[in-house]
């Protein structure tokens, strides 16, 4: 089955540090990322939609120039949380969309990043 | 906009059945979908109905009734291991591919 890598899966860092979270699909192109935030005892918000070769779109409230997005190929995205603050302490997760043979559609996620900033 | 509506918790004992509904409001209705998430884990899909119906993969089944805007998840002969956060989740047609995820129910199983 299709399958999103993500790493590193914990980070602790620094107040004002910024943080590279990776995901990368293993077995199949993903054109579409996207990227969530989980609170504890939340439900999944989306901060914004990655496309390969354009910009990003995001949702609204979700700071662009704080969670910068790359996905310069196929089955590579990146989020950088920059000078990141104890606010930004949260769960990270990618996902993409699959479609399979029956046509039903889902998400396959990444395992997720669970950031610290102290 | 979009809203999604899940009880928030859910208690059932082992080999018990529990039924977790959703309802929702959408602007245009593709399909829903659920997903399985355990503490500290990302979340795994388990199904997703476009047309109206019952639709059943082993232990799971889910329901949907598109002219009620309603769906829900049945878990048979509970295991322990279903203990959980459950979340349905909408794909909208003017979200894109996106969907959008309720607040989730979180199922305890007793012994």
């Known amino acids: 089955g299709a399958v999103v890598s993500q790493h590193p899966s914990w980070v602790i860092c620094k107040s004002g540090t910024s943080v590279k979270i990776e995901c990368r699909s293993l077995?199949?192109?993903?054109?579409?990322m996207f990227w969530y935030r989980q609170f504890p005892k939340q439900s999944l918000m989306l901060m914004a939609t990655?496309?390969?070769?354009?910009?990003?779109?995001?949702e609204q409230g979700v700071e662009k120039d704080k969670f910068l997005i790359n996905h310069a190929s196929l089955t590579l995205s990146t989020l950088t949380v920059t000078s990141a603050h104890p606010e930004d302490s949260s769960f990270y997760i990618c996902?993409?969309?699959?479609?399979?043979?029956?046509?039903?559609?889902?998400?396959?996620f990444g395992s997720g990043t669970r950031l610290t900033v102290v | 906009g979009q809203s999604l509506e899940q009880p928030s918790e859910v208690t059932a004992v082992e080999g018990a059945i529990v039924q977790i509904n959703c309802t929702y409001q959408?602007?245009?209705?593709?399909?829903l979908s659920w997903y399985q998430q355990h503490d500290g884990g990302a979340p795994t899909f388990l199904s997703y109905?476009?047309?109206?119906g019952l639709e059943e993969t082993g232990r799971f089944s889910s329901f949907l009734s598109r002219s009620d805007s309603y769906g829900y998840l049945l878990l048979q002969e509970l295991q322990m291991k279903d203990s959980a956060s459950y979340f349905c989740a909408v794909r909208d047609r003017g979200y894109g591919q996106n969907f959008v995820f309720g607040p989730g129910t979180r199922l305890s199983v007793l012994p």
């Open positions: 959408t602007s245009g209705f593709y399909g």
């Open positions: 996902s993409a969309s699959v479609q399979s043979h029956r046509g039903k559609v889902g998400y396959t």
């Open positions: 990655s496309n390969e070769g354009s910009k990003a779109t995001y």
């Open positions: 077995d199949f192109q993903a054109t579409t």
């Open positions: 109905n476009a047309l109206d």
